[in-house]
């Protein structure tokens, strides 16, 4: 389904549909600073749904202003309680703040949200401060494409910072904030599976480290072996920081805020932030074009007899998978 | 670039292209169990060769036979020394063994691939065992294509058992092993952030957890904290079982044989083998043919001159990223 040009014939003849129409009024009123314009128009994304992305198409041109912090690490650090503190702090010196929070899909549970918006309650009512959180419904990558979508969003709605929050310590967590142009990971006494996973290469070196809940007697040992690995990395001009917190009191944020500032700086000064930018965005746009063919595939084939047979074939070990699947793709071709 | 059918005409008229000759006297050769056309295949599936896919086709509807065990869990916790000793109880029972660890791309070092080799090395001049791994070269979704191809074509090569293994308490990691009929998950004593991520369900409950190095001091707690997380989580007819151990020494081994030889037993009598099987079948055609496109769109655009102006818009702020994906859709749609 082609997405029509912006600000094309169509709307300046007066002859625009109405969901279009729509759009551009939701759109114009995010980027005069409406929160409830703002609120829809990140649950459009969410949903998938095509006025979500006409209202980026908007708002598109004003975004990129916003320092963009994305914030990972394992369950049970105090991200959010991070993010908290962090949000104390840039409202003291007078920025807007935008927080995103992606919540894993938890089959049994929902305890991490719920405490992630008790941990955040106090913001809740400061109109400076945009708070939400998007559930990963297992769509394959499409979560990272909402989440990057709803960041634009947040960006072009004048949040001077924009906090994107996931819990996970493995690839696919990785990539949701790796549209950020400062990637913190937070870590505890006790994260020793992620500390081996940086060690082992499984987890990419993020550019500053954070140790939260220093107040523990192993935080000192945790910080020699993070330490340990880093000296291992190579340097790329950037010293990655390991900076220690106990968010809860407030402790440590300060040296956590001058860190974030002076990697911007570095960033800015030597030229990488627009690189980084435009591997960001061209990373963003193939991964927005892939899971878009992935889900017209899956659509197409939801009530689809033929693949059912495809699958029949496959199960009783007729068909082999790739042959499949090569098969699939000449059918959507002759389809297209 | 279409496949064609298994077995068609032009074969048996004698007209085939040599390199499907070649594929079909591999795919022989594999079946009569010759390691070194097993190992070839592999590479040639691992290289994404056409030749690799080809072979697969040929042997497919030999395989289904294997018990397929996929184990995951942190770095360090010692998988390759439980897969090590797993690997001798099999051997003791006269069943075969094939061995797929999927190594992360690591940036800085490669001692877990050194080490993990060193602790499978006892069985390395066995015949009965075929030892591979496969590196993570950092393509989105690939490894985890010809990890299957790789298990499918040690599958039809014999092997009463295959051992898939991945690094990673994430969601990418989880899907490699996704294909296997009984996954393990394995920690240690310390392993908190993995049951931060088991308890926020941001990783999917196993059918059996290990727990390994277990002489020491903390490992009664780290059981405790176990169950505390599985009595939150759904049952569905199977109690996922926590063995644990000390590979090393190869202690607790016959009680995980008798663990995972339950759990088969259980699969089997239920009929969920077959509908596991069937979902994960899917799910790889799905990927399979996703990866496929992802792959073709990319390698169209490396040199491509459109592609890089359409990035230096989105780049400028003028075009947003899903904009972009469309018009590169609508692009290859009619390159198609």
Redesign the interface.
């Given at each position: 389904?082609?997405?029509p040009?912006?600000g094309g014939g169509a709307a300046r003849a007066g002859i625009m549909p109405p969901s279009m129409a729509d759009a551009r009024a939701l759109a114009q009123r995010l980027l005069d600073g409406d929160r409830r314009a703002l609120a829809r128009a990140i649950t459009l994304v969410e949903n998938d749904d095509p006025d979500g992305?006409a209202v980026?198409?908007e708002v598109?041109?004003?975004?990129?202003r916003a320092a963009v912090v994305g914030l990972t690490g394992?369950?049970?650090v105090g991200k959010s309680t991070l993010i908290g503190a962090l949000t104390t702090a840039r409202r003291a010196a007078g920025r807007t703040v935008g927080v995103l929070s992606v919540d894993?899909?938890?089959?049994?549970?929902?305890?991490?949200v719920l405490g992630d918006r008790i941990r955040l309650s106090e913001h809740f009512l400061d109109p400076g401060v945009f708070i939400r959180s998007m559930a990963n419904r297992g769509a394959?990558g499409g979560l990272s494409?909402a989440a990057?979508?709803a960041a634009?969003l947040m960006d072009a709605s004048g949040k001077d910072d924009v906090f994107l929050e996931t819990?996970?310590?493995?690839?696919?967590?990785?990539d949701i904030i790796d549209h950020a142009d400062t990637v913190v990971l937070a870590l505890m006494p006790?994260?020793?599976?992620?500390i081996?996973?940086l060690?082992?290469?499984?987890m990419?070196?993020p550019d500053v480290i954070v140790v939260n809940k220093r107040d523990h007697p192993l935080t000192e040992t945790m910080v020699r072996e993070i330490r340990g690995v880093l000296s291992?990395?190579?340097q790329h001009g950037w010293r990655v920081p390991i900076v220690t917190t106990e968010a809860a009191r407030g402790e440590g944020i300060d040296e956590l805020v001058a860190r974030l500032d002076e990697h911007r700086a570095h960033i800015e000064a030597e030229g990488t932030l627009?690189e980084r930018?435009?591997r960001n965005?061209?990373n963003?746009?193939?991964g927005?074009?892939?899971t878009?063919?992935?889900h017209r595939?899956?659509a197409a084939?939801a009530d689809d007899a033929g693949f059912a047979r495809?699958?029949d074939e496959?199960?009783a070990?007729?068909?082999?998978?790739?042959?499949?699947?090569?098969a699939?793709?000449?059918r959507?071709?002759a389809d297209?």
């Open positions: 389904m082609p997405i040009p912006r992305y980026v198409r598109y041109p004003q975004t990129g394992p369950p049970g894993p899909s938890s089959p049994f549970t929902h305890g991490a394959l494409e990057l979508q634009l819990v996970g310590v493995g690839q696919a967590e990785v006790g994260s020793g599976d992620s081996q996973a060690k082992a290469g499984v990419e070196i291992l990395a190579p627009v930018r435009r965005l061209r963003e746009v193939l927005l074009a892939a878009r063919i992935r595939l899956e084939l495809l699958l496959v199960v070990r007729r068909l082999d998978p790739a042959s499949a699947a090569a699939l793709l000449e959507a071709g297209a």
